[in-house]
């Protein structure tokens, strides 16, 4: 069974950093594109980034784009999402999604951004 | 960037009736490999994203058959046939022909 299992959500300050982490299991994650996706409070889905199946290319929407890094350890079946100079906007929960299709997505980590 | 708008907002359905939710895209999405990468999500509350369909119309494993998508270029559909209680969410339709990947604004199903 496919599994995707996001961490490292929590409350953070304006400015601060965070970093995410998706682990994968049940599939052959090195076959596979990975995405981070957002969901604002009562707000529909965002598109962030997504990473090439050996890690080597990393493509972002222009709103994160030089604030967000996405990353993967293929090694450890995992996805990361390092946050940094964070946003009230930010705040959101966020979503690994599998592939080119989003054919699969973890349960979701909410970050929170308030002073 | 194409833009996907969807109506209605919300919709309002009978146990038992059919169910219709647009996506219209501001730029053609077919792929230039041919393909037309358009899918549809369901979130229940609560829930995380599940997709239902996949380019187009390709139901995926265990969807109901009740649930159906069709379309091309820039107008697409995602009909429900006979809408049950456990339709109730937030439906999306979403690009990945066209960079970046974008998602509609969603519809809400609800139950009368």
């Known amino acids: 069974e496919v599994q995707l299992v996001e961490s490292g959500g929590g409350l953070v300050r304006p400015g601060g950093s965070l970093r995410l982490s998706c682990a994968a299991s049940g599939f052959a994650f090195t076959s596979y594109w990975m995405n981070w996706v957002r969901q604002a409070p009562g707000k529909g889905l965002e598109w962030l980034a997504n990473?090439?199946?050996?890690?080597?290319?990393?493509f972002y929407v222009d709103s994160v784009k030089g604030r967000f890094t996405i990353s993967r350890d293929n090694a450890k079946n995992s996805l990361y999402l390092q946050m940094n100079s964070l946003r009230a906007e930010d705040t959101a929960v966020y979503y690994c999604?599998?592939?080119?299709?989003?054919?699969?997505w973890g349960q979701g980590a909410l970050v929170t951004i308030s002073s | 960037d194409a833009v996907l708008t969807q109506s209605p907002l919300s919709l309002s359905v009978t146990p038992g009736q059919p169910a219709s939710i647009s996506c219209r895209s501001s730029q053609s999405v077919v792929h230039i490999d041919g393909n037309t990468y358009l899918n549809w999500f369901q979130q229940r509350p609560g829930q995380s994203p599940r997709r239902l369909i996949h380019?187009?119309?390709n139901r995926d494993s265990g969807v109901p058959d009740r649930f159906s998508g069709s379309g091309s270029g820039t107008d697409f559909t995602l009909k429900i046939s006979r809408v049950e209680a456990e339709d109730v969410g937030v439906y999306y339709c979403?690009?990945?022909?066209?960079?970046?990947?974008?998602f509609g604004g969603g519809t809400k199903v609800e139950i009368k």
């Open positions: 990473i090439n199946k050996d890690g080597s290319a990393q």
């Open positions: 380019e187009v119309s």
């Open positions: 999604a599998r592939g080119a299709y989003f054919d699969n």
């Open positions: 979403m690009q990945g022909s066209k960079w970046p990947p974008t």
